[in-house]
């Protein structure tokens, strides 16, 4: 896939998360560099070619920051259509105001909004209950739906197992 990038303009992302958000560049010597941000609205400033390279690294797609909703575009060039015509895929990269309007709707509609969200967005939205003023059966939709999706514990795979590493029982 052919693309073209800016030469020198820098993206601008934000985090939408309290945690940390880490990402590994390569430095002006070729080596590799860690850049974090830590809290909600830090922001960290990435050539086109940098965000590129860190993605084609990641290999889940729910674990792409740029994707999955931690990490949101709010300057710099925008992303350039791929050789198909077709822009990257970043529906997942919402503002809270945009998770916040969710609470507007009713029902299965709002259930089918939340069911259409990444695990991180999920978790922003159920983050937002008190500001949103979400509603009595919101809230337990989320609850249950977390508690379904994302179990704690119990059938969660070690790193070896996600990976497809056989294992040798002694």
């Not at 958000?21 to 560099?33: D, F, P, T, Y």
């Not at 350039?80 to 309007?101: C, H, Y």
């Given at each position: 896939?052919?693309?073209?990038?800016a030469?020198?303009?820098?993206?601008?992302?934000?985090?939408?998360?309290?945690?940390?958000?880490?990402?590994v560049?390569?430095?002006?010597?070729?080596?590799?560099?860690t850049?974090?941000?830590?809290g909600?609205?830090?922001r960290?400033?990435?050539?086109?070619?940098?965000?590129?390279?860190?993605?084609?690294?990641v290999?889940?797609?729910q674990?792409?920051?740029f994707?999955?909703?931690?990490?949101?575009?709010?300057?710099?060039?925008?992303?350039?259509p791929?050789?198909?015509?077709?822009?990257?895929?970043?529906?997942?990269?919402?503002?809270?105001?945009?998770?916040?309007?969710?609470?507007?709707?009713?029902?299965?509609?709002?259930?089918?909004?939340?069911k259409?969200?990444?695990?991180v967005?999920?978790?922003?939205?159920?983050?937002?209950?008190?500001?949103?003023d979400?509603?009595?059966?919101?809230?337990?939709?989320?609850?249950?739906?977390?508690?379904?999706?994302?179990?704690?514990?119990?059938?969660?795979?070690?790193?070896?197992?996600?990976r497809?590493?056989?294992?040798?029982?002694?």
């Amino acid at each position: 896939m052919a693309q073209s990038f800016a030469t020198g303009e820098k993206e601008i992302w934000e985090s939408t998360i309290e945690g940390r958000v880490s990402v590994v560049v390569l430095n002006s010597r070729g080596r590799e560099q860690t850049m974090s941000i830590r809290g909600k609205g830090a922001r960290l400033r990435l050539t086109t070619e940098e965000r590129v390279l860190i993605e084609e690294q990641v290999r889940y797609r729910q674990n792409n920051p740029f994707r999955n909703g931690m990490l949101v575009q709010v300057g710099g060039p925008k992303p350039a259509p791929g050789e198909d015509g077709q822009l990257p895929d970043t529906e997942q990269a919402l503002l809270d105001s945009d998770l916040k309007a969710l609470y507007d709707l009713k029902d299965s509609d709002f259930e089918d909004a939340v069911k259409s969200l990444s695990e991180v967005n999920v978790r922003r939205l159920k983050g937002m209950v008190s500001e949103a003023d979400a509603s009595k059966s919101q809230i337990d939709f989320l609850d249950l739906y977390i508690e379904q999706q994302w179990p704690l514990g119990g059938d969660t795979p070690s790193n070896a197992e996600a990976r497809g590493d056989r294992t040798v029982t002694v």
